[in-house]
Structure formats: structure tokens, C-alpha cells
């Protein structure tokens, strides 16, 4: 069965510094991977997915993340963080089992980012 | 511009009392899920259509229903809301091709007094 795991509950940062956000993925072929971002009281926002292709993938707002397939992971990168990028993130793997498209998320990581 | 949109943004009800939400999108997309999501927890899917096709999945409670009269909207009908129903509601939509990104509308926060 395909599964998401987010190790981390929270991730604080000082503005600035470098951010991590990790993910590991567990699938039977090659997984669609994919990053999105919740705001208080707000919908998920697709920040970036790995279909095939490049391992380092770029996405909106100075995110990128690295596909590492032999580590099966998936973690989600920023060189300079901002207060702004403070918010809820989510790793989502795909399951095309059954021939329908389903995500399976993480758990969440809540990102704090402190000036 | 908005593609997935939800209404209302925030929907109060009583205990039992028979409450809709709606989904719409502008993106001609075939799939549209919806989700409940529970204080910062992960999106739980409770059902899905490709294009009429409706899927259900095992757990979700028969209190919840859908309908989706044509491509561009999509219904949830919780027939007799519990307070454990009390949660954000997402939609979203995809083109329905493998490996296709899910884009989600704001979210309706539900409240059961």
C-alpha cells in the first residue's frame, strides 16, 4: 500500500535561514509526488510535483524540492525563508491503483518562521 | 479568475439538520473530489466523480451523500449533521490523466450547534 510519512509535527526557522520541510514515501512503481501549502482557514495550494524527469523539481514562491529515489524521498527545500512562508504543509503521494487517481497525503508539517 | 470555488465559505447548522455545500470549478475539469479535514489533520477523501462515475470510499458515513449534476458542479448533502461532522469541507478537480496535479477551492468550514 502507498504511504506518505512527514516526520517532523513542526518545523521552526529564523527568516532568512534555510528550511527543510521532509517526506518519505512507500509505493509499489514510481510515484507522483507532490507538495502543497494551507493557510489558516484556507484551501491547499499546489506548490510543486515530481512526475519523472529532473530530480530537483522547482516550484512556486522560491520552493523546490529533490526526488531522491533511492532514499524514497521527497523533502521540500527554500534557500531563504520568510515569515510569510509560516503555514501548513502537506506531501502527497499518488495511488493510480484501480485506475483511478487518488492522493494520499502526510500527516502535515507546520512550518513556523521566526524574524 | 477563481477555478474551484465553494460556497458558502462558512456554514453554521443544527444538530440533525439536513445541510448542502456546493462546489463549482470553471476548469472543465472530469474528476471532482470532496474532502474532510479535521483541526490541521491530513484531507480525509469521502468520495469522488469521473465525470458521472461516482466512487465512494468504505468509510465514508452513509449521513454523507453527493451529487453532480453536470461537469461544472458538485454537492455535498450531510442528511443529519453530528457534531463530529464539524470540520472544513474541500473540494477540488483534476483534468483526470495520470499523474495530473488536484487544485482545491478555499474550503467550506462547517459548524454543528
Known amino acids: 500500500a502507498q504511504s506518505v510519512a512527514q516526520p517532523e509535527d513542526q518545523v521552526n526557522v529564523a527568516e532568512g535561514n534555510p528550511l527543510t520541510v521532509k517526506c518519505t514515501y512507500s509505493v509499489s512503481g514510481n510515484p507522483y509526488l507532490f507538495w502543497y501549502v494551507q493557510y489558516p482557514n484556507r484551501g491547499l495550494q499546489f506548490l510543486l510535483k515530481y512526475i519523472t524527469g529532473d530530480n530537483l523539481v522547482k516550484g512556486s514562491y522560491g520552493f523546490e524540492a529533490e526526488f531522491n529515489k533511492s532514499q524514497t524521498s521527497f523533502h521540500l527545500k527554500k534557500p531563504s525563508a520568510l515569515v510569510s512562508d509560516s503555514a501548513l504543509y502537506f506531501c502527497?503521494?499518488?495511488?493510480?491503483?484501480?485506475?483511478?487517481?487518488?492522493?494520499?497525503f502526510g500527516a502535515g508539517t507546520r512550518l513556523a518562521v521566526h524574524p | 479568475d477563481a477555478m474551484v470555488i465553494q460556497n458558502p465559505r462558512y456554514q453554521v447548522t443544527q444538530f440533525g439538520k439536513p445541510v448542502t455545500l456546493s462546489c463549482s470549478q470553471t476548469?472543465?475539469?472530469?474528476?471532482m473530489y470532496w474532502y474532510q479535514q479535521k483541526s490541521s489533520q491530513a484531507p480525509k477523501l469521502l468520495f469522488h466523480y469521473y465525470d458521472k462515475d461516482f466512487n465512494n470510499e468504505a468509510d465514508t458515513p452513509d449521513n454523507f451523500q453527493s451529487r453532480r449534476p453536470n461537469t461544472s458542479f458538485c454537492f455535498l448533502d450531510i442528511r443529519s449533521p453530528g457534531l463530529g461532522d464539524a470540520a472544513m469541507y474541500l473540494c477540488a478537480t483534476e483534468p483526470g490523466l495520470a499523474g495530473e496535479t488536484q487544485y482545491f477551492g478555499p474550503g467550506t468550514r462547517l459548524l454543528v450547534l
Open positions: 476548469l472543465n475539469h472530469n474528476v
Open positions: 502527497a503521494v499518488r495511488d493510480v491503483a484501480g485506475g483511478y487517481n487518488k492522493l494520499i
